[in-house]
C-alpha cells in the first residue's frame, strides 16, 4: 500500500511538472517569418522606476546595432506589428520615420501596462510579410487625455499633431531641423515661436490635472525663457528655462507661483522637461526626476497654447526642441519617468533582444497559452482543486487495493467453507492462526467468527438435561442472526469509509471550478473597463484563463464520479456475499444443532 501511494504521488509530481514546464512561446502570426523581443527594465539597476504606469507610449529606436534586418521587412516598414507578452494581442503603434537605407526606424507604441521595479515584462516586434499593409494607429498610440503630441517629423517640418484630437499650429516661424534628438525637431533663434489656438482639449480643467514636457537643448543661458505655455488673458501655465536652470510658473493676474530646478543645468545638452499641475501642486521634472514641488490651487483655463514664447511674443526661447506633448491629465511621476527613459539617446527603459525566425514545425498548445493568462485567485482555486483531486485519487487506489484483498480473502474463505460435510464448527477447530493467515481481511471470516462464538455460548451453556445441551431453540436462532447482522452492518461502514470524500469531490469540485471561473470574469471585466480597451484580444484571454477552474472543477468531479460508481459496486456486491453467507450459515447451524 505504501508503495502504491509513493507511486501514484510521484506520478501527480511529474504530471504537474510537466503541465508548468515552459513552452515554446507561440507565433502570432504564420504570415509574419521574423520577430524581435524587446523587454522593459524598470528595476533599480535599470530605469529604475518602483511604480506601475498605464498607457505608456514608449519609443522604439532601430538601428543598424540593434536591427540589422531592414532588408528583411516592408522598404516602408508597412509590415510592423506589435504584440504584447501573450503573444496575441496587438499593441496600437505609429512610426515617426522609417528609413531601410539608412537604416534607421523611431516607433512609437503605446504599452496598456508596465510593472514597477521589474526586469523583464516583454513584448515582441513581427516584420517579414510581404503581403503586410500598414496597421499604424497614431491616434490610437496615445490615450483620451493627450492633447497635443508634436514629433516635428520630417513629413510636416512646421508640426503636425500626432494625438486624436489633431490641433494644428496657427502659425510657426521655428526652424526645421532634419537631424535633432528623436528623428527631425525644430529650433528656435530667440524671435520666433510656434503659435496654437485655444481648443477644448488644451483647457485645464483642475479636477483633470495638467502636464506638459518637451526635449530642449538650450543655448546658453536663458533670461525667463519659454519652452512652452498656455494663456489666457492674466492666467498663465508656463514650463521655461530662466539663466541655465529650468523653471515651471502659474501666474493669476497679480498672484505667482514658482519653482525652479536648484541646481545643475540644462543649458548646452539635451534634457527632458515637464510640467506637472496635480492633485493640488505644482511639480517640475528634469530627466524623469521630480527637482521641485510647490502647493498649487489649480484654475480652469481656456487659453492658447505657445511654443518658444509667450502668447504676446516675448520671453523668447533660444535653442533645439524636440518631442512637445501636452496632457488634459496629470501623469504620473511613473509615467513620465518612463517617457524620459525611453526618449532619449541613453534609454535605459528598454532592452533590445535577439530576432527569431518562424519555425514552420513550432507550434504551442492553446491549453498551455491560457493557462499563462490564469490570475491569482484562479490558481487558489485550481490548488484547492488538485489537493483535492489527489487526494480522491489515493483514497480510490487505497479503495481498490482493499477491496482487491477483501474479494481474494472471501473467495478463499468460500471455498474452504462450502468443503465442509455439514457441521460449520469444523472449519473453525482446524488450525485458527493458520485460518487467519490464509483468510487475510476476508469479511465472511469475521462473520463466521462471530456467528461460531455466539453458537458456541450457547450449545456448550449449562442445560436441564444433557440430551438439551447441543440443542437451540429458535429464540437461539434469532439472536445469533442478529448477531452476524450486527456485525455485517459494521463491516459494511468499514467497506464504505473515506467514500464521502469522493461524493465532496463529485459534488464540490464544479462548484468550486464554477466559482473561479465567475471571479476570473468579474476581474476580466473589470480591468477592460478600467483601461478603455474593449475588443476581442482583450476579452478572450481572461475569458478562456477564467474557464481554466470550471475546467479543473469538472476534471476532478468526472474522475472521481467513475471511480466512486466502480467502488460502490465492489462494496455492494461484497456485501451481498455477506447477506447471503449470513443466511447459509444461519440455515447450517439449524440443521446441525436444532
Not at 525637431?185 to 515661436?193: C, I, P, S, W, Y
Not at 532619449?344 to 498551455?368: C, N, R, T, W
Request: net charge neutral; aromatic share 8%.
Amino acid at each position: 500500500m505504501h508503495r502504491v501511494c509513493v507511486r501514484v504521488a510521484s506520478i501527480l509530481v511529474f504530471v504537474i511538472g510537466v503541465m508548468s514546464a515552459p513552452v515554446a512561446s507561440a507565433w502570432w502570426n504564420d504570415d509574419w517569418a521574423f520577430r524581435k523581443e524587446l523587454s522593459l527594465d524598470l528595476s533599480a539597476t535599470g530605469a529604475n522606476i518602483p511604480a506601475n504606469a498605464t498607457d505608456v507610449p514608449v519609443l522604439v529606436r532601430l538601428s543598424i546595432a540593434n536591427f540589422p534586418y531592414f532588408n528583411d521587412a516592408q522598404p516602408d516598414g508597412r509590415d510592423l506589428r506589435f504584440i504584447a507578452a501573450d503573444d496575441k494581442t496587438p499593441l496600437k503603434f505609429h512610426i515617426e520615420k522609417f528609413d531601410a537605407q539608412s537604416q534607421i526606424a523611431l516607433l512609437w507604441v503605446r504599452l496598456p501596462r508596465i510593472t514597477g521595479g521589474l526586469n523583464g515584462d516583454k513584448f515582441y516586434l513581427y516584420y517579414g510579410n510581404p503581403k503586410g499593409t500598414a496597421a499604424v494607429d497614431a491616434a490610437g498610440t496615445y490615450d483620451p487625455g493627450q492633447s497635443v503630441v508634436y514629433h516635428f517629423a520630417e513629413a510636416a517640418p512646421a508640426a503636425q499633431d500626432s494625438a486624436g484630437y489633431r490641433i494644428e499650429p496657427q502659425s510657426s516661424s521655428a526652424t526645421f531641423q532634419p537631424a535633432s534628438l528623436i528623428g527631425s525637431g525644430v529650433r528656435f533663434d530667440g524671435a520666433n515661436l510656434i503659435a496654437v489656438a485655444a481648443a477644448p482639449a488644451l483647457q485645464i480643467v483642475p479636477a483633470k490635472g495638467y502636464t506638459m514636457s518637451a526635449w530642449v537643448k538650450p543655448e546658453g543661458a536663458q533670461k525667463q525663457a519659454t519652452v512652452v505655455a498656455v494663456q489666457e488673458g492674466a492666467k498663465q501655465l508656463v514650463l521655461g528655462i530662466d539663466g541655465e536652470r529650468a523653471y515651471a510658473l502659474w501666474r493669476d493676474g497679480g498672484r505667482e507661483l514658482r519653482v525652479a530646478q536648484p541646481g545643475g543645468t540644462v543649458a548646452g545638452e539635451w534634457h527632458h522637461l515637464a510640467l506637472l499641475a496635480a492633485d493640488g501642486h505644482l511639480a517640475l521634472l528634469v530627466d524623469g526626476a521630480e527637482v521641485a514641488r510647490a502647493d498649487l490651487a489649480l484654475q480652469a483655463m481656456n487659453g492658447s497654447l505657445s511654443v518658444g514664447a509667450n502668447a504676446a511674443g516675448g520671453n523668447f526661447y533660444r535653442g533645439e526642441l524636440d518631442e512637445l506633448q501636452v496632457a488634459q491629465a496629470g501623469r504620473s511621476d511613473s509615467w513620465l519617468r518612463a517617457a524620459a527613459l525611453s526618449q532619449g539617446m541613453v534609454a535605459p527603459l528598454l532592452i533590445y533582444g535577439g530576432d527569431s525566425q518562424k519555425d514552420a514545425g513550432e507550434h504551442q498548445s492553446y491549453f498551455a497559452s491560457t493557462l499563462r493568462n490564469v490570475t491569482v485567485d484562479g490558481w487558489v482555486i485550481i490548488g484547492v482543486l488538485a489537493v483535492m483531486f489527489t487526494a480522491s485519487v489515493l483514497i480510490m487506489i487505497w479503495k481498490i487495493v482493499y477491496l482487491n484483498r477483501v474479494s481474494a480473502g472471501n473467495a478463499r474463505f468460500l471455498a474452504e467453507f462450502h468443503l465442509l460435510n455439514k457441521d460449520p464448527s469444523d472449519l473453525e477447530s482446524a488450525a485458527p492462526a493458520a485460518a487467519d493467515r490464509k483468510f487475510g481481511i476476508s469479511t465472511l471470516q469475521t462473520l463466521y467468527l462471530h456467528g461460531m462464538g455466539e453458537t458456541r455460548k450457547r450449545i456448550h451453556a449449562p442445560a436441564l438435561s444433557a440430551d438439551r445441551a447441543r440443542t437451540l431453540s429458535a429464540q437461539s436462532m434469532e439472536a445469533i442472526r442478529a448477531t452476524m447482522d450486527a456485525t455485517q452492518t459494521r463491516q459494511t461502514q468499514r467497506l464504505q469509509s473515506q467514500m464521502v470524500w469522493l461524493t465532496i469531490a463529485i459534488s464540490g469540485g464544479p462548484f468550486l471550478g464554477l466559482l473561479g471561473t465567475v471571479v476570473g470574469v468579474m476581474i476580466t471585466f473589470a480591468a477592460i473597463a478600467a483601461s478603455g480597451e474593449v475588443n476581442v484580444n482583450a476579452i478572450a484571454p481572461g475569458t478562456a484563463a477564467a474557464l481554466v477552474a470550471t475546467v479543473a472543477g469538472l476534471g476532478v468531479a468526472i474522475p472521481c464520479l467513475f471511480g466512486y460508481n466502480y467502488l460502490n459496486t465492489r462494496i455492494k456486491g461484497i456485501s451481498a456475499d455477506m447477506r447471503v453467507f449470513v443466511d447459509e450459515f444461519v440455515t447450517r447451524i439449524a440443521e446441525t444443532y436444532s
